[in-house]
Nanobody
Framework: QVQLLESGGGLVQPGGSLRLSCAAS????????MGWYRQAPGKQRDLVAA???????NYADSVKGRFTISRDNAKNTVYLQMNNLKPEDTAVYYC????????????WGQGTQVTVSS
């Protein structure tokens, strides 16, 4: 079994920063793409940022220049540094990893709430 555990969400004022972490545990052979998605109330879950094993990175246009995704392969962990947060960044953030455990499967974290409000 593979589990993803997220941490780092919370309440922050506009212009503030947060750092999300997501660590994978279990019988993992390899992890390809790691990513962060978010879902606001009444909206679909959208990609925020993704990083491949070769460090190729994609960002949603709305977060470019403000968010930074990174990974630590030795720790099976992905990070999302979020700066200059805006109220429209408020959402539940989910990490996702494409993991080789027996076969290749996409796993999801449980979600962490990020609220940007004054």
């Amino acid at each position: 079994q593979v589990q993803l555990l997220e941490s780092g969400g919370g309440l922050v004022q506009p212009g503030g920063s947060l750092r999300l972490s997501c660590a994978a545990s279990g019988s993992i052979s390899s992890i390809n793409t790691m990513g962060w998605y978010r879902q606001a109330p009444g909206k679909q879950r959208d990609l925020v940022a993704a990083i491949a094993r070769d460090d190729t990175i994609n960002y949603a246009d709305s977060v470019k220049g403000r968010f930074t995704i990174s990974r630590d392969n030795a720790k099976n962990t992905v990070y999302l540094q979020m700066n200059n947060l805006k109220p429209e960044d408020t959402a539940v953030y989910y990490c996702s990893m494409y993991v080789k455990y027996l076969g290749w499967t996409t796993y999801w974290g449980q979600g962490t709430q990020v609220t940007v409000s004054s």
